[in-house]
């Protein structure tokens, strides 16, 4: 069984940092491709990022382009968001999610969700 825990999240200031991290289990890490969703209240699940297994390729909503990083650690078995100059729109609970294959598609696990919550 597939399991995706995240962490990181918390209040923060409008132009501050936070690192999110999604600690995985249960698969061979290193084979899939790893992303990361969000869905504010009242809102739909957003597309933030994505990473391939390797780390070579990534890919961003553009809400969120040039502000946040998306990274892993195979050794690990961790992927990472980094999210800086925050902006009180980025409030929303954040999912890491797994993919099936080795290239980002839909993905098939889903982590519980940290909130992120952003003051002006």
């Not at 390797?54 to 968001?81: C, E, P, Q, W």
């Amino acid at each position: 069984q597939v399991q995706l825990v995240e962490a990181g999240g918390g209040l923060v200031q409008a132009g501050g940092s936070l690192r999110l991290s999604c600690a995985a289990s249960g698969r061979t890490f290193s084979n899939y491709a790893m992303g990361w969703f969000r869905q504010a209240p009242g809102k739909e699940r957003e597309f933030v990022a994505s990473i391939n297994w390797s780390g070579a390729n990534t890919y961003y909503g553009d809400s969120v382009k040039g502000r946040f990083t998306i990274s892993r650690v195979n050794a690990k078995n961790t992927v990472y968001l980094q999210m800086a100059s925050l902006r009180p729109e980025d409030t929303a609970v954040y999912y890491c999610a797994s993919s099936p294959s080795r290239t980002w598609v839909q993905p098939d696990y889903w982590g519980q969700g940290t909130q992120v919550t952003v003051s002006s």
